[in-house]
Each structure stands twice: as structure tokens, then as C-alpha cells.
């Protein structure tokens, strides 16, 4: 089985600090790792993934995460907060060899002015 | 070019109705996604279509549900006998096919059964 935990419920940030929402996961296997944001009544869009390779991916938006085999953990990061990254995020995990991504519940994401 | 597209965006319905839910995957995705996502929650897997055929419908919650691709492009979410429990997001999804190919989201069918 496999299962992606996202510690906190919302981060609070203010705009040009730098941000994290956590993410670790439990799989037997390699995983591949996925990033995703959620807008107010909107779809999924995706951010970003971990397939194999460099540790450290960069995605859309200015996001970037790092993949840490050690802790199990996945973490979303930003350099400078937006106002407009406030937002409802989501980690997923995959397992090598099968399609279907297990999410983690969500972290809001809140940037203040 | 287009994403996904889901019809329709909002379904109310009464307890014990019939509904349908209509995903148009990306032109050329040959993998596509069902998942649900109830509130405050992430989104859980239902079914995974490969072409035409049902790869995985272990998150298919029980024999209410049923989903058909018959082209292998359009598929559609069927739920017989609906309940109130059943009220949640429906996400569509698709990818290439491979299991490390991006999965595109849809914007989502909000199911409410009065």
C-alpha cells in the first residue's frame, strides 16, 4: 500500500518570504512523486514531478521540491511568496509500475499581503 | 491546446436518481482517470481506462458505480441509485499512457444528492 502524508493544514506565509508545505509518503518500491495545485473551484493543475534523476526539480511558477530517500519526504518550496500562490496544494505518490496516484488530504497555502 | 474537458460542471439530483458524468479526456491521451474528491480531502482514485478497457477499478466504491470508455477517447461515470454519500467532486483525468506521464485534470463534475 501506499500513502502520502501532508503534515499541516494550512501555511501561513507573508508575500517575499520564503515557503514550504511538507510532504512525506510511504511506498515499497521507487516512487515517483507529483505536486499539485488547486485553485477555488477549479481542477488540479500541475506544479511539478519527481520521476528519477536530480534530487532537486523545478516546476511551473517558480516552484521547486526536493526528493529526500532518506526521510521519505517530498517538500514544496519557493524562494518569494505571492499573494497569488494562496491556494489549496497537493501532494501525490505513484508507485513505479502502476498509474494511480494516491493524494495526500492538502495544505492552504496562505500568503498575506 | 484543450485540456480536459467534464460536463456537467454541477449535477443536483434527488436520492435514488440515475446520473451520468461526461469526461473528454486530451486529444491523444490514451490513459484516462477517474477520481472523487469529497470535502476537505484529496481526491481518491476510482478507475483507470487504458484504450478502451478498464486497467483498474479497484477504487470503485461498490456496484452503483460503473464507467465506460467505448472508443477509447470519451468516457463516461455512471451511478445507479444514488445516495447522499455520494455527493463530491468528480476529477477526470488523462495521460500519454505510461506510469510516469503526467495525469491533466479536469475541472471537475460537483455531484449533490438531496
Known amino acids: 500500500a501506499q500513502s502520502v502524508a501532508q503534515p499541516e493544514d494550512q501555511v501561513n506565509v507573508a508575500e517575499g518570504n520564503p515557503l514550504t508545505v511538507k510532504c512525506t509518503y510511504s511506498v515499497s518500491g521507487n516512487p515517483y512523486l507529483f505536486w499539485y495545485v488547486q485553485y477555488p473551484n477549479r481542477g488540479l493543475q500541475f506544479l511539478l514531478k519527481y520521476i528519477t534523476g536530480d534530487n532537486l526539480v523545478k516546476g511551473s511558477y517558480g516552484f521547486e521540491a526536493e526528493f529526500n530517500k532518506s526521510q521519505t519526504s517530498f517538500h514544496l518550496k519557493k524562494p518569494s511568496a505571492l499573494v497569488s500562490d494562496s491556494a489549496l496544494y497537493f501532494c501525490?505518490?505513484?508507485?513505479?509500475?502502476?498509474?494511480?496516484?494516491?493524494f495526500g488530504k492538502g495544505t492552504m497555502l496562505l500568503v498575506s499581503p | 491546446g484543450a485540456g480536459v474537458s467534464q460536463t456537467p460542471s454541477n449535477k443536483v439530483t434527488e436520492k435514488g436518481k440515475y446520473v451520468e458524468l461526461r469526461c473528454d479526456p486530451i486529444s491523444g491521451h490514451t490513459a484516462l482517470y477517474w477520481y472523487r474528491q469529497s470535502l476537505g480531502q484529496g481526491p481518491e482514485f476510482l478507475i483507470y481506462?487504458?484504450?478502451?478497457?478498464?486497467?483498474?477499478d479497484s477504487g470503485l466504491p461498490n456496484d452503483r458505480f460503473f464507467a465506460v470508455r467505448p472508443e477509447g477517447s470519451v468516457s463516461t461515470l455512471k451511478i445507479q441509485r444514488t445516495e447522499r454519500g455520494d455527493s463530491a467532486v468528480y476529477l477526470c483525468?488523462?495521460?500519454?499512457?505510461?506510469?510516469?506521464?503526467?495525469?491533466?485534470f479536469g475541472p471537475g463534475t460537483r455531484l449533490t444528492v438531496l
Open positions: 501525490a505518490v505513484r508507485l513505479s509500475g502502476y498509474s494511480t496516484l494516491t
Open positions: 481506462f487504458q484504450g478502451t478497457g478498464a486497467a483498474d
Open positions: 483525468a488523462s495521460s500519454l499512457a505510461g506510469s510516469t506521464d503526467t495525469q491533466y
